[in-house]
T-cell receptor, first 111, second 110 residues
């Protein structure tokens, strides 16, 4: 059974903290994605990666960075968390232009 | 700018009826379009993919159409059941990454 896992389901952090969200996939997919999802706005792409050590900006990269040191792992980093980064964060992976497999999501609250 | 619009935030129908959800897009020329289902508190799950040269695709009670002239996709669930209640998202290819619509929340009442 294919799987995308995310390090936490729920996370509470304070303003200014550095936050790491981890995503791991076991399908040997080249492509990995980070989205945030907010009510009424749908899924918005933050960053994506086509290969190890490669990254591309999505629509809303400001305030975020990513790391992909291994093929199966894609990390999202909030350098200095702010309250407007309170959201549901979803990781996904895919092979080529095919369907994306999503993780269960991390609900992040920044106080 | 590129836009994806799903017809409404919420759709309520009676069990047994056909649900029809709409996805319209502007300033895109996607090679394919996908539909996903999302339940509360969970990540989206892939349902169907339709390519630009395909008019229609079916999978069990699901049917998707893709009209590149109208820039529209229709997603149908026939003989709907309360278990079909969820949010449905359309997603458009952008040559490597995808862009998602905001979704339509479908409620099927018994």
């Amino acid at each position: 059974d294919v799987k995308v896992t995310q390090s936490s389901r729920y996370l509470v952090k304070r303003t200014g903290e550095k936050v790491f969200l981890e995503c791991v996939q076991d399908m040997d997919h080249e492509n990995m994605f980070w989205y945030r999802q907010d009510p009424g706005l749908g899924l918005r792409l933050i960053y994506f990666s086509y290969d190890v050590k490669m990254k591309e900006k999505g629509d809303i990269p400001e305030g975020y960075s990513v790391s992909r040191e291994k093929k199966e792992r894609f990390s999202l980093i909030l350098e200095s968390a702010s309250t407007n980064q309170t959201s549901m964060y979803l990781c996904a992976s895919s092979y080529g232009g095919n369907e994306q497999f999503f993780g269960p999501g991390t609900r992040l609250t920044v106080l | 700018s590129q836009k994806i619009e799903q017809n409404s935030e919420a759709l309520n129908i009676q069990e047994g009826k056909t649900a029809t959800l709409t996805c319209n897009y502007t300033n895109y020329s996607p090679a394919y379009l996908q539909w996903y289902r999302q339940d509360p508190g969970r990540g989206p799950v892939f349902l169907l993919l339709i390519r630009e040269n395909e008019k229609e695709k079916r999978k069990e009670r699901l049917k998707v159409t893709f009209d590149t002239t109208l820039k529209q996709s229709l997603f149908h669930i026939t003989a709907s059941q309360p278990a079909d209640s969820a949010t449905y998202l359309c997603a458009l290819d952008r040559g490597g990454d995808m862009r998602f619509g905001a979704g339509t929340r479908l409620t099927v009442k018994p």
